[in-house]
């Protein structure tokens, strides 16, 4: 941005994935009909008391580990005290000077990475639902547990929020930490933005942005207020502190409330809650648990496989996916055939059938029967994508699926002849130029045999035939 340097912080909340919410045993999940997951404890109702679920405090430790933070032995549960409609008990539970974590880092790529200041473990808000009836509350959401991420104000341009979110996606999701569905709310993120000129070491006026639902989103309003401010900032303006909503359809982010001063919250230690202590033995749980990382993985697939950079990101980007391909490489499969057919044929079906990659109806074994067929000319590659989509859709072996399709190679001349004889005369334009020495209208005639046949004449055949043909006209 000519003149300024933009200073970006990012907020990020991160919903657990536990069977219950953080202090009582309700079930988690924000979903279904309007508060039926809520319990005594949710509400704060008189004579009740919070318990912490110890899954909770496990992932956030997870969490920590994945990102490189230091765990925090002893830390404590704080009230962070304010009213509104969708926070029963009028506080909120979550830690403030003792949170579970302190540092850590997000990669950025190209080596880069954004420093963290903290992870705090807190409780969720429930939910406001405006329409024509007025504002009503939800409370399913309300006590879900989640782990805050701050970062420093480390980033420069609106590019880099987006990488940080995607590579913290990656990495939590790895960690089996938490979905991260944006859309969803499993994850949300608050952004930080200022302007300060070239050289200066003085932050300017922060403005925080929110309803960001999505990374790409999150770099647009940046984008936006990065404008904005320095429009301001170069006319000789002054930057409001506030609040700003973002307007995906519009494109614009609009004031929501000032920020001219700090919120007092009034924390004070939770008197319900004694202080929470983690042990090195549940810690080291926890690292055993979390295997191996993106970044890792990456590194693994490069030396162990030989594969080429978009394949070993195209594989790593999802952990299921990258035990999905090592399993089949287990069976028997080259490596880059098995991630060909990974990037070619099952990810595009299992994001179109949705589910767990591991319910795929096309197991590695059977991707590894379905390329034996291919490979002893059972099947053409034609074919054997049809085999493939034929599996996908009613499950079954390789060998079923040729059998009911009624799919085999064709390659004996006698077959072949005949149809060749036909290309020869439905292309005569086509047939002159190979003639001529135009190799590529080869094609054309192969094309018409391939078609004639669905893709079952072996294409060596019916070259080995074609050109004989042609030369002896």
Not at 334 to 350: E, F, G
């Given at each position: 941005?000519?003149?300024?340097t933009?200073?970006?912080?990012?907020?990020?909340?991160?919903?657990?994935?536990?069977?219950?919410?953080?202090?009582?045993?309700?079930?988690?999940?924000?979903?279904?009909?309007?508060?039926?997951?809520?319990?005594?404890i949710?509400?704060?109702?008189?004579?009740?008391?919070?318990?912490?679920?110890?899954?909770?405090?496990?992932?956030?430790?997870r969490?920590?580990?994945a990102?490189?933070g230091?765990?925090q032995?002893?830390?404590?549960?704080?009230?962070?005290?304010?009213?509104?409609?969708d926070?029963?008990?009028?506080?909120?539970?979550?830690?403030?000077?003792s949170?579970?974590c302190?540092?850590?880092?997000?990669?950025?790529?190209?080596?880069r990475?954004?420093r963290?200041?903290?992870?705090?473990?807190?409780e969720?808000?429930?939910?406001?639902?405006?329409?024509?009836?007025?504002?009503?509350v939800?409370?399913n959401?309300?006590?879900m547990?989640?782990?805050?991420?701050?970062?420093?104000?480390d980033?420069?341009?609106?590019?880099?929020?987006?990488?940080?979110l995607?590579?913290?996606?990656?990495?939590?999701?790895y960690?089996a930490?938490?979905?991260c569905?944006?859309?969803?709310?499993?994850?949300?993120?608050?952004?930080?933005?200022?302007?300060?000129p070239?050289?200066?070491?003085?932050y300017?006026t922060?403005?925080?942005?929110?309803?960001l639902?999505?990374p790409?989103?999150?770099?647009?309003?940046?984008?936006?207020?990065?404008?904005?401010?320095?429009?301001?900032?170069?006319?000789?303006?002054?930057?409001?502190?506030?609040?700003?909503?973002?307007?995906?359809?519009?494109?614009?982010?609009?004031?929501?409330?000032?920020k001219?001063?700090?919120?007092?919250?009034?924390?004070?230690p939770d008197p319900d809650?004694?202080?929470?202590?983690?042990?090195?033995?549940?810690?080291e749980?926890?690292?055993?648990r979390?295997?191996?990382?993106?970044q890792?993985?990456?590194?693994?697939?490069?030396s162990?496989?030989?594969?080429p950079?978009?394949?070993?990101?195209?594989?790593?980007?999802?952990?299921?996916?990258?035990?999905w391909?090592?399993?089949?490489?287990q069976?028997?499969?080259?490596?880059?055939?098995?991630?060909n057919?990974?990037?070619s044929?099952?990810?595009?079906a299992?994001?179109?059938?949705?589910?767990?990659?591991?319910?795929?109806?096309?197991?590695?074994q059977?991707?590894?029967?379905?390329?034996?067929?291919?490979?002893?000319?059972?099947l053409?590659q034609?074919?054997?994508?049809?085999?493939?989509?034929?599996?996908?859709?009613?499950?079954?072996s390789?060998?079923?699926a040729?059998?009911q399709?009624?799919?085999?190679?064709i390659?004996d001349a006698?077959t072949?002849?005949?149809?060749?004889?036909?290309a020869?005369?439905a292309?005569p334009?086509?047939?002159?130029?190979?003639?001529?020495?135009?190799?590529?209208?080869?094609?054309a005639l192969?094309?018409?045999?391939?078609?004639?046949?669905?893709g079952?004449?072996?294409?060596?055949?019916?070259?080995?035939?074609?050109?004989?043909?042609l030369?002896?006209?």
């Amino acid at each position: 941005m000519n003149g300024f340097t933009t200073v970006i912080g990012l907020e990020v909340h991160v919903q657990l994935a536990t069977q219950s919410k953080l202090f009582s045993p309700a079930p988690s999940g924000a979903l279904g009909d309007p508060n039926t997951r809520v319990h005594a404890i949710d509400l704060g109702l008189p004579g009740v008391l919070p318990r912490p679920n110890a899954a909770a405090v496990e992932l956030a430790v997870r969490a920590a580990l994945a990102l490189g933070g230091d765990v925090q032995r002893v830390s404590r549960f704080a009230r962070k005290n304010y009213f509104y409609p969708d926070l029963p008990k009028g506080y909120q539970i979550s830690q403030f000077e003792s949170p579970v974590c302190l540092g850590g880092a997000v990669p950025l790529g190209a080596g880069r990475s954004c420093r963290l200041q903290r992870i705090h473990i807190e409780e969720d808000a429930g939910k406001l639902v405006h329409g024509e009836l007025g504002t009503l509350v939800d409370l399913n959401r309300a006590g879900m547990p989640l782990i805050e991420i701050v970062g420093e104000p480390d980033l420069r341009a609106p590019a880099d929020a987006q990488a940080f979110l995607l590579h913290l996606r990656e990495i939590l999701r790895y960690a089996a930490v938490s979905d991260c569905d944006m859309e969803l709310g499993s994850m949300r993120c608050d952004a930080n933005i200022s302007l300060m000129p070239i050289g200066s070491d003085r932050y300017g006026t922060k403005v925080e942005l929110k309803n960001l639902n999505s990374p790409k989103m999150v770099q647009r309003a940046l984008e936006y207020e990065e404008r904005r401010q320095a429009a301001i900032l170069a006319a000789g303006g002054r930057i409001a502190a506030e609040t700003r909503g973002w307007n995906d359809e519009a494109g614009e982010s609009r004031p929501q409330r000032s920020k001219e001063s700090a919120p007092d919250y009034r924390y004070f230690p939770d008197p319900d809650l004694p202080p929470l202590v983690i042990d090195d033995a549940r810690i080291e749980a926890q690292r055993a648990r979390l295997g191996e990382l993106p970044q890792q993985r990456r590194d693994r697939y490069r030396s162990a496989f030989g594969l080429p950079e978009h394949d070993v990101v195209a594989l790593t980007q999802d952990r299921a996916v990258g035990e999905w391909f090592e399993a089949a490489v287990q069976t028997g499969v080259d490596a880059k055939t098995a991630s060909n057919w990974i990037q070619s044929d099952v990810l595009p079906a299992w994001r179109d059938r949705g589910g767990p990659l591991a319910e795929f109806p096309v197991t590695p074994q059977r991707l590894h029967e379905l390329l034996q067929l291919l490979a002893q000319g059972t099947l053409t590659q034609v074919t054997a994508r049809r085999v493939f989509r034929h599996m996908v859709a009613h499950a079954g072996s390789a060998a079923t699926a040729v059998q009911q399709l009624g799919l085999s190679r064709i390659d004996d001349a006698d077959t072949l002849a005949p149809l060749v004889a036909g290309a020869l005369a439905a292309l005569p334009e086509a047939a002159a130029a190979v003639r001529a020495g135009k190799e590529r209208a080869l094609d054309a005639l192969k094309g018409h045999v391939m078609r004639a046949t669905k893709g079952r004449a072996d294409p060596d055949a019916v070259d080995r035939l074609l050109r004989a043909a042609l030369a002896a006209d």
